[in-house]
């Protein structure tokens, strides 16, 4: 039993009304009336008088209060006999209760029984005379209820505002009568004593009435305790101010269960309606009152009516926030107190409250209660902090955990987060260190609240000290968030964070450490205050700018690169800061201006990086990207354009009439102009052959497109937009060798050394096309009012023949690079997202190694060996790097149409067309000059793979070609020319798109060429950037179908108009295949249909989902299709999208399943992708918005989806699929027909009799001598290349089965009524259908011998017998109903037990060890099992005999291994059955030992 702290009397809540005295009816005949001092005495107090003196009572003393003899209980019965058992004891008792009601009429005489007395001869003080008078039983009740009549007579001494008496106990008569009710020896009638006092409590005045419901456990006995507790709710209900004397009295009640039941509920019932000064009093007695069976609902209870803090409407929030205050009046405090001591003097409330929160599943069922709860848990003791941290983690990125409900439990409540500010700080380290974003970025809001709510130094140093900390983890995701934090804390609050500096300069010492994206984030910080401190007089704030400028200065003249990247980045965000056109130009006396302290800075990092190549790069790309984002003061912009107007004498050289003006030869090679697009017009030509075969100025065209992106930025900022001052470039030729040097013969007529010129040249020409897209593409992004349509359109075909010309140059580029080994230079900067630049000048040391070794091995030409050592160590570093990241489509395809985007790529296998045109293919192939050579332009660029991330990156607004394009006329209805364009850009965005998708960005390098600020692009932002792309999808969607269902066929007269007029030489062996072109096409954009609706923040986005789907709608649903569904679908809705989306992804799978199996099963994937976001989308949106998703159609939409799915599914699987023209036959689809495989089981019904007709029958027929029969299993997918993906597949999804049986299982653990007994009867069909699924699946393994196979049926067939155990308890409960279906399963279930034991004796003697490691786990299910069974037969009145034998040792053919050390000759005696004996004779050990062992 709990108990309350009692308070004093004098301590007592003032009342605030006062009750008038009541009528009580008078139990005596004497008069009402009484003298003020004295009572006349009559003939009934004189009778009293006589009869206490009888006794040895001496009423009348003048001398002092009344005497009584020393021997008290001689006394007691005395008057007890008198009353009870006198002649006349009636007749006496009678005079003598009148006699006392008359003697007590008067306040004095009252005054004087109920006062202590002094015993004979003694002087201590002793109980008064009325406590002896009511230790006599014959008048005990008569007593009690003489008092109770006399209280109201005295309520007048209360005031009747503050219900509050001033006077002692001895004065207080009211407080003396209840005094004398405690603790007696016993109650004569306790009920009707009960009764008078509750009669008399419901008039008293607040403070007496408090008084009374304190005492009344030590006035009351506990067979009263039933009226009592009813009497006071009833009283609690018209009073809710004595609530805390009524918890008092509650807890020091002697309650059984079903009373403190109800007392609980009482309780429960004021939390809604009691003063908030009452509530910690009232949560205490809760808590502390709390046990195992009642646990849950008062912590249900309190989170639901417990009004806290956060749960107040706008307007208190507001008042609270001018005020100052608090709305609940200062009583949180003492509400987390009491909750918190609670908590701690009761950890099972703990676990309780994480088991409630943790089965909450919606937003809208938390509260801001459930935060505190859990911080006071969090506080409580490190056992449970790992505990609430997971909740934490879980809630938030759930959503259910949101950042206005910590912003309600900090903002304006400074004094009750005081205590547990520490506990804050922690957790907010916890949430910076998940990798989740949503957890991230709730702990940033913790680290802001915190820090503006506390302004005290002593608070602002903690929360700065947490996010050094964190800083120097080294976890990538927890730096960049701390880092974040400060930005946000250093541009709201860089003021008080001046002096608090030299705890945050810690962070420059782990700046080694950091990313390019982190290094941003530190300099941002450190440059604001230092913009601030400049702007400051006060000498120290001056110091800390000159210091961060200093440690710049030293770092950008550092000769190692990593110093000078951070010196680099550090400059630009000071000039960022410091040089800002917003700021305040006036200068201090004692120091320069802003704009020439950061115009020194620039000119400084200027001179530094002219010596690195790399440097300068990254110096463009940086001062590209701030004045993109900054208004930089004019001064800056005039020195920087200034500078990049150098670009025209360094790169570009003069033209005549569209020719060069002599010929001349760069290291032996002729040059010519590549890809003119303005013909005889075009003054100028990118200078690219001279300045790659010049050895002193090579390096100057690693700077050339960072150099042009720096140039057409402030081209933009100064002519407001617009790029018309250099639009000559973008249709100006290109220097480049020849293209006969790209023809085998002269190709073979190069040497190393002039290789290397023209690959070099074509990898520059390539980075340069790219930057004129980047740069080009945002005049038709964005409309400008200074550009014409006329010149819009102009540039649009010219963007359109440079995409062109890129798909050819990287189509060249990969051809040739294949045929040699060359290392490109690195023309940007990028970032490894793992923590940290990969980019140092080990990569150039690298390439210069390998490019002197290279021209080694050229000179030696007769060295054919050391060639080839060469170009197979290449070809290694190249299968290791592949390795390290996630395989695109094309490096997957061994043929165009062969495999999914997802499958792992087959180095052996061609990337080109089906003649074998590969770089590898060319590479081993190119010393026989009398077979052609092909090349695909659609294939993958595999040799360019490796060196991807050294490629400059195409911005995302280049997506923007897609919506501008337009057809034209040429041979074919659908110019199957424009395909590959598409597909390169479609490339190009999944690669931006698995960005944000993979889970292991680090391992990929494709990611590592993330372009300039693209990191900092978050998944929304880029999402609301691609959306424009989505109505093309389908437009190139529906194009690649028609292509591919024509057939396969050249076009190449309309590839050879497209690629002329785009400027592109000839180069005959480049051909462009329909089917290879559609099929890749149609991969791609299915698979990035897929990734888009899959990521979880798309799901957040109602509006982009909706786009999507808009563009995935077929010109009309079929009227079959909505059958089933009883809503009406309006088109437009979220719901009508979603079917029409399905619908043409459907209709595209019924087309690919005329001409590919892989097209259609990535149809199928896609098509259960959106089945999958419907659930997901309409849980979201429910949750949020209510029923804006309609319920009905989430019931019937979901199951209908699923059909279909599971339909289409089973399509693929039985469709007769041509083996002979099948995409390089079934050996590489073994992933894919898993997936399909999975799809139909999953969305079947029902399950189990499916999973049991295939292994029983399909299995069956096909299956036959060691080889599959693929006309007779109603699958054609099932064969003997994809066996084994079959058997894994059913084996792991009737695991999932069974386990989901036994869920249900548990739930009918005990036998039910009639009603159910359908249920259990199908439960037992099911679990029958389960048994015999591993049964026929593991007797597969007697015909086969592959040990592939018999390890999958150890492995599962014992994960399946360790699940069954489970069921164990409901087949006891079942087995009087079910007896014959559970003996007969079990006996089912023995056959294939005793076949895994064969297989494992098997493994044991050939010693497989791929078997071998998973006989222990499988061995110990059995003999599980075998004692389960044991245990229900001999458990249950079935009459059974259960035979316990040993096992022979047996080969999977039945017959008796002769190796063993002995032979058990009683064996088949053990294992002969009675005919109602159960055969249990399953393997439970190593029989292959010890065939004599005991099992």
């Not at 450490?513 to 006060?538: I, M, P």
């Not at 509006?1103 to 299709?1121: C, G, M, R, S, T």
Request: charged fraction near 20%; aromatic fraction near 8%; charge should be neutral.
């Amino acid at each position: 039993m709990a108990f309350l702290q009692k308070q004093n009397p004098s301590r007592k809540r003032p009342s605030s009304s006062s009750f008038p005295p009541p009528k009580i009816p008078k139990s005596t005949s004497t008069s009402a009336s009484a003298a003020p001092n004295d009572a006349v005495e009559t003939p009934s107090t004189e009778r009293m008088i006589a009869i206490l003196a009888e006794a040895g009572c001496t009423l009348i003393n003048p001398s002092g209060p009344p005497c009584i003899p020393s021997d008290h209980h001689k006394l007691r019965r005395q008057l007890h006999h008198a009353f009870s058992f006198s002649e006349n004891a009636s007749a006496l008792r009678a005079d003598f209760l009148a006699g006392l009601s008359s003697y007590i009429q008067s306040p004095r005489n009252l005054r004087r029984i109920l006062a202590p007395l002094k015993s004979d001869g003694l002087g201590s003080a002793s109980d008064s005379l009325m406590r002896h008078l009511l230790l006599v039983p014959s008048i005990q009740l008569d007593l009690q209820n003489m008092l109770l009549e006399k209280l109201p007579e005295y309520f007048h001494v209360y005031p009747q505002h503050s219900g509050i008496s001033s006077m002692s106990l001895e004065d207080d008569v009211a407080r003396l009568i209840v005094n004398h009710f405690r603790w007696l020896d016993f109650i004569v009638d306790p009920n009707a004593f009960t009764d008078k006092l509750m009669q008399v409590l419901s008039i008293c005045p607040l403070h007496l009435k408090k008084e009374i419901i304190g005492s009344l456990p030590e006035i009351i006995g506990d067979h009263s305790n039933s009226t009592v507790v009813e009497s006071l709710e009833i009283v609690l209900q018209e009073d809710s101010a004595i609530v805390v004397a009524v918890l008092d009295s509650f807890s020091n009640l002697n309650l059984n269960d079903q009373l403190q039941e109800q007392v609980i509920t009482i309780a429960l019932s004021c939390i809604r309606t009691i003063d908030a000064e009452h509530m910690p009093f009232l949560l205490r007695f809760l808590l502390l009152s709390a046990t195992p069976a009642n646990f849950g609902r008062i912590i249900s209870q309190i989170r639901e009516q417990l009004k806290f803090v956060g749960l107040s409407n706008s307007q208190a929030m507001h008042q609270k926030k001018l005020k100052g205050k608090s709305h609940m009046d200062g009583s949180e405090a003492p509400i987390l107190d009491a909750l918190r001591s609670s908590l701690r003097f009761k950890n099972m409330l703990c676990q309780e409250i994480l088991k409630e929160l943790n089965s909450l599943h919606k937003p809208r069922d938390h509260k801001v209660i459930d935060i505190w709860l859990l911080m006071l848990i969090y506080m409580n003791g490190e056992s449970l902090q790992k505990k609430v941290e997971k909740i934490f983690k879980k809630k938030i990125i759930e959503g259910c955990i949101q950042k206005t409900m910590f912003d309600q439990c900090i903002c304006g409540l400074k004094e009750l987060v005081q205590d547990y500010f520490p506990s804050f700080i922690s957790l907010s380290e916890y949430l910076l260190t998940c990798k989740e974003q949503k957890a991230r970025e709730l702990g940033v809001r913790v680290y802001t609240s915190l820090f503006k709510e506390f302004t005290d130094s002593y608070s602002r140093q903690e929360v700065l000290g947490s996010l050094v900390t964190l800083v120097g983890s080294g976890v990538n995701y927890a730096v960049s968030s701390a880092l974040e934090t400060m930005g946000l804390l250093v541009s709201d609050y860089a003021r008080e964070l001046i002096p608090l500096s030299p705890h945050i300069s810690g962070i420059l010492d782990y700046l080694e450490g950091f990313n390019v994206e982190n290094l941003h984030k530190v300099y941002e910080v450190f440059s604001q205050l230092a913009l601030f401190a400049r702007s400051s007089t006060d000498s120290y704030r001056s110091a800390f700018a000159n210091e961060l400028l200093m440690i710049v200065r030293k770092q950008v003249g550092h000769t190692d690169f990593k110093f000078k990247k951070m010196g680099l980045i550090g400059t630009l965000k000071i000039v960022s800061c410091l040089g800002d056109a917003n700021n305040d130009p006036s200068p201090s006396v004692s120091q320069k201006s802003n704009c020439e302290e950061a115009l020194e800075l620039l000119k400084t990092s200027l001179d530094s990086c002219k010596q690195l190549p790399l440097s300068l790069v990254m110096f463009y790309d940086e001062l590209a990207e701030l004045m993109d984002c900054k208004a930089l003061h004019p001064t800056i912009i005039e020195w920087i354009g200034r500078h990049v107007g150098e670009f025209e004498s360094l790169f570009l050289s003069d033209i005549d009439g569209g020719q060069l003006p002599m010929k001349e030869s760069y290291c032996g090679l002729e040059g010519e102009l590549w890809m003119n697009l303005d013909g005889d017009i075009s003054p100028i030509c990118l200078n690219i052959l001279p300045l790659v075969s010049s050895s002193l100025q090579s390096t100057s065209l690693q700077v050339l497109p960072a150099h042009f992106l720096l140039l057409a930025a402030i081209e933009r900022l100064t002519n407001q937009g617009s790029l018309g001052g250099i639009d000559a470039l973008l249709g100006c030729p290109l220097h480049l060798p020849s293209s006969k040097y790209f023809l085998e013969a002269g190709w073979k007529s190069l040497t190393g050394e002039q290789k290397q010129v023209v690959c070099l040249s074509i990898y520059y020409a390539a980075n340069w096309i790219r930057e004129l897209l980047n740069a080009f593409c945002t005049q038709i992004a964005g409309g400008f009012e200074c550009t014409s349509q006329a010149t819009k359109e102009g540039i649009i075909s010219k963007l359109l023949k440079r995409l062109r010309n890129l798909v050819f140059l990287e189509t060249l580029l990969n051809y040739s690079i294949g045929r040699s080994t060359i290392s490109l230079p690195e023309l940007h900067i990028y970032v490894n997202h793992s923590g940290s630049s990969l980019l140092n000048p080990i990569y150039h040391v690298r390439h210069m190694e390998k490019k002197s070794e290279q021209n080694k091995m050229n000179d030696n030409t007769s060295s054919n060996k050391k060639t080839r050592k060469k170009l197979s160590k290449a070809s290694t570093s190249y299968d290791s790097n592949d390795k390290l990241r996630q395989p695109t489509i094309m490096e997957a395809l061994r043929k165009a149409g062969a495999v999914t985007s997802e499958d792992v790529p087959n180095e052996n296998s061609p990337g080109l067309s089906s003649k074998g045109s590969s770089a590898e293919s060319s590479q081993q192939h190119r010393s026989d000059s009398s077979e052609p050579i092909v090349i695909e332009i659609s294939a993958a660029v595999k040799a360019l793979e490796s060196q991807r991330s050294k490629f400059r990156c195409l911005q995302v607004q280049c997506l923007s070609i897609w919506a501008h394009s337009k057809r034209q006329d040429s041979c074919c209805s659908d110019p199957a020319a424009e395909l590959p364009l598409f597909l390169y850009l479609l490339r190009d965005l999944r690669y931006k798109l698995d960005y944000f998708t993979l889970p292991s960005k680090q391992f990929s390098c494709r990611f590592l060429s993330a372009p300039t600020g693209f990191t900092r692009l978050t998944v929304n932002q880029f999402l609301s950037k691609v959306r424009q792309v989505f109505p093309s999808l389908k437009r190139h969607l529906d194009s690649a179908v028609r292509l591919f269902k024509e057939g396969d066929g050249y076009c190449q007269e309309h590839w050879k108009i497209q690629s002329a007029s785009a400027g592109n030489p000839y180069i005959p062996m480049f051909v462009l295949t329909r089917s290879s072109v559609s099929a890749l096409v149609l991969k791609e954009i299915l698979h990035y249909f897929r990734e888009i609706i899959n990521l979880p923040e798309i799901q957040m986005n109602e509006a982009i989902v909706l786009n999507l789907l808009e563009a995935f709608q077929p010109v009309k649903i079929p009227d079959d299709f909505f059958s089933g569904v009883q809503m009406k679908l309006s088109p437009g809705t979220a719901e009508y999208l979603y079917f029409g989306a399905y619908s043409y992804v459907e209709i595209v799978l019924n087309e690919a399943c005329s001409f590919s199996f892989m097209l259609a099963s990535e149809s199928l994937l896609t098509l259960e992708s959106i089945a999958t976001s419907v659930q997901k989308f309409a849980d979201k949106f429910k949750e949020e918005n209510g029923n804006q998703m309609n319920s009905e159609f989430i019931k019937g939409a979901l199951p209908i989806l699923c059909n279909k799915l599971g339909t289409s599914a089973e399509k693929l699987l039985r469709h007769a699929w041509d083996t002979e023209n099948l995409e390089n036959g079934w050996k590489d689809k073994g992933d894919m027909i898993q997936k399909v495989l999975r799809i139909y089981l999953e969305n079947s019904d029902p399950t189990s009799a499916l999973l049991a007709e295939i292994a029983h029958s399909s299995f069956s027929e096909a299956f036959s001598g060691n080889r599959m029969e693929e006309d007779n299993c109603g699958f054609p997918t099932l064969n003997s290349a994809t066996f084994i993906v079959w058997y894994r597949v059913l084996h792991e999804r009737n695991l999932n089965v069974l386990n989901r049986l036994v869920k249900e299982a548990i739930l009918h653990g005990k036998p039910r009524a009639n009603a159910q007994r359908e249920t259990v009867e199908e439960l037992f069909v099911k679990l029958q259908h389960s048994v015999n699924v591993v049964v026929s699946l593991v007797t597969l393994c007697r015909t086969s011998d592959k040990m592939t196979v018999h390890a999958m049926a150890v492995k599962y067939g014992g994960k399946f017998v360790d699940s069954f155990l489970k069921v164990f308890d409901f087949l006891r409960a079942q087995f009087e109903v079910h007896k014959e279906s559970i003996i007969q399963m079990v006996k089912e279930l023995q056959k294939a037990t005793r076949t895994i034991q064969a297989l494992c004796s098997e493994a044991k003697g050939l010693k497989q060890t791929a078997i071998t490691s998973k006989i222990p786990a499988t061995k110990r299910s059995m003999e599980r099992y075998l004692f389960h069974v044991k245990a229900l037969l001999h458990t249950t009145s079935s009459g059974c005999t259960f035979w316990l034998g040993n096992l022979k040792h047996k080969d999977l053919t039945g017959q008796v291994v002769s190796s063993q050390a002995y032979v058990d000759n009683q064996g088949d005696n053990a294992i002969e059955d009675p005919p109602a004996t159960v055969d249990e004779s399953t393997p439970v050990s190593n029989a292959s030992e010890d065939d004599g062992e005991a099992e």
